[in-house]
């Protein structure tokens, strides 16, 4: 069962996430005006510069909210799940580093709560990539898994650490640690795994309070 702080921390995401989305909406719609009006030079470089950074901004506070905050039949829907996902890592790319998402969910009929799995697979994934690469977020037998290929793909150790359950306060590893305890709240196992420049996260039956099994980290042969 969730708990009732973990609640209040998503109904806290859910309304920064909210509060700050409406500045940032109209920051996106002062530079296109502005862009109407037309410039050149250092002027359009500069309103170009605020238009990416603004897009990414909303991106993101769109992403967060799916990921972080309390699930939403509204927000996270088959179609505004996958479009979160590839707005997110559209934002995130640039001609040295883009992300591709490969495959990703399309059943309907499904919970708010599965989606925020695949979008919190979705951005464990990047941590995985620092040179980008592709991602695939794919349906299993009870459960659901990532994988992600690129240069020198592989988990951080504070990210591998969290994954397999331990105790760590730091802030790089609080989305693994998020994954885990979700995981185990829906009866699922998270277990990552590693095989030369690929590397991903399943989630398979077999979590939950009453389980006699822990979260574990396991490389797979090549």
Same mark, same amino acid.
């Given at each position: ?17 909210? #509060? ?86 399309? #059943? ?100 939950? #309070?009453?389980?006699?099994? #822990? ?8």
């Amino acid at each position: 069962m969730v708990s009732d702080a973990a609640r209040r921390g998503e109904s806290v995401v859910v309304r920064l996430c909210h #509060d700050l989305a409406g500045p940032a909406g109209a920051l996106v719609n002062g530079v296109e005006l502005l862009e109407m009006e037309g410039v050149e030079g250092f002027a359009a470089e500069a309103l170009g510069l605020l238009r990416a950074s603004a897009r990414a901004l909303t991106a993101r506070l769109e992403f967060f909210r799916a990921v972080f905050g309390a699930p939403s039949s509204r927000v996270l829907k088959p179609v505004v799940a996958r479009d979160t996902a590839q707005a997110y890592l559209g934002q995130l790319g640039d001609k040295a580093r883009v992300f591709v998402l490969e495959a990703f969910p399309d #059943d309907a009929e499904t919970s708010p709560e599965f989606w925020r799995f695949a979008l919190l697979l979705v951005f464990l994934g990047v941590e995985a990539l620092p040179f980008g690469g592709t991602l695939a977020v794919t349906v299993t037998a009870g459960g659901l898994s990532l994988r992600v290929s690129g240069r020198r793909a592989a988990f951080s150790e504070v990210l591998r650490a969290g994954l397999d359950g331990a105790d760590n306060a730091d802030p790089r590893a609080v989305a693994a640690a998020l994954l885990v305890a979700r995981a185990r709240d829906a009866g699922l196992l998270s277990r990552a795994w590693q095989d030369g420049d690929l590397c991903g996260v399943d989630l398979v039956p077999g979590g939950g #309070d009453d389980a006699d099994c #822990d979260n574990s980290l396991f490389i797979r042969a090549p």
